[in-house]
């Protein structure tokens, strides 16, 4: 049973930075795609950034260049680094897991197999 839990969420003022930590376990390295998907309120959760075991990455439009994804070489942590943040990045982060890139991704209507509990962000304008 792969199990995630997210960290670092907290309140930040524009043009900011926060980091996000997903403690990941009973991955097998090459098993799962590892990623972070996000929720405004009133919304779906939306695909943010994903990894896979070979550190391929894929990331949203409204976060590129700011934001990056990476993870240690184990996979027993994925890291979210934000930067230059924005008043809408405020949200709802999720850490995911799944067999599928395009999942993890948000490219697909499928969610992903495994979530984490969430942390919020707050950016403050």
């Known amino acids: 049973q792969v199990q995630l839990m997210e960290s670092g969420g907290g309140s930040v003022q524009a043009g900011g930075s926060l980091r996000l930590t997903c403690t990941v376990t009973?991955?097998?390295?090459?098993?799962?795609?590892l990623g972070w998907f996000r929720q405004f309120p009133g919304k779906e959760r939306e695909g943010v950034a994903a990894?896979?075991?070979?550190?391929?990455?894929h990331y949203a439009e409204s976060v590129k260049g700011r934001f990056k994804i990476s993870q240690d070489f184990g996979r027993t942590t994925v890291y979210l680094q934000m930067n230059s943040l924005k008043p809408e990045d405020t949200a709802m982060y999720y850490c995911?897991?799944?067999?599928?890139?395009?999942?993890?991704?948000?490219?697909?209507?499928?969610?992903?197999?495994?979530w984490g509990q969430g942390t919020q962000v707050i950016v403050s304008s």
């Open positions: 990894i896979d075991h070979d550190d391929s990455t």
């Open positions: 009973e991955v097998t390295r090459t098993d799962y795609v």
């Open positions: 995911a897991a799944d067999p599928s890139s395009t999942v993890v991704a948000g490219l697909a209507r499928t969610a992903p197999r495994y």
